[in-house]
């Protein structure tokens, strides 16, 4: 098996598997192939990707902040690499959103409402959904 060592370095140093193939030669599908059939190297590739992003995030922000050319320019770029980031690990990088599958964030129980009395539930009922009487 090749060792792939040098790939998953320039992964790291800067996020893009195509460009870190390119540089060095390898075939992307090859590599991936590589992946795919050997589970040790595909936790040390899941590895280089995540590292990958930190970097890549980490260079938007110090690109944002020390551009000297139109800020306009520096904020189209840093938000162009936000939402690269959100699509690629939305989970790290995305917006925070409340999913009811999700077991970190469950729903809510369900409000029983066969416990309640005719009476509970008539009083229920005539309480406003939009707060206005």
């Known amino acids: ?36 059939a050997d589970s040790a190297l595909a936790d040390r590739y899941t590895q280089a990707r995540a590292r990958g992003f930190d970097t890549e995030a980490e260079r938007g922000l110090e690109d944002a902040l020390t551009w000297e050319g139109d800020a306009a320019l520096g904020r189209l770029a840093l938000d162009a690499r936000k939402w690269y980031l959100s699509k690629l690990a939305p989970k790290r990088y995305g917006d925070k959103q409340l999913i009811g599958s999700d077991p970190e964030n ?5 409000l029983d409402l066969s416990k309640l009395s005719p009476e509970q539930l008539k009083a229920l009922a005539s309480i406003p959904v939009d707060g206005k009487k």
């Open 1 to 36: 098996m090749r060792d792939y060592s040098a790939l998953l370095d320039a992964l790291t140093e800067h996020g893009n598997l195509t460009k870190a193939c390119r540089d060095l030669g390898i075939a992307k599908s090859t590599f991936l192939d590589a992946v795919d």
């Open 106 to 110: 469950p729903l809510p129980a369900a």
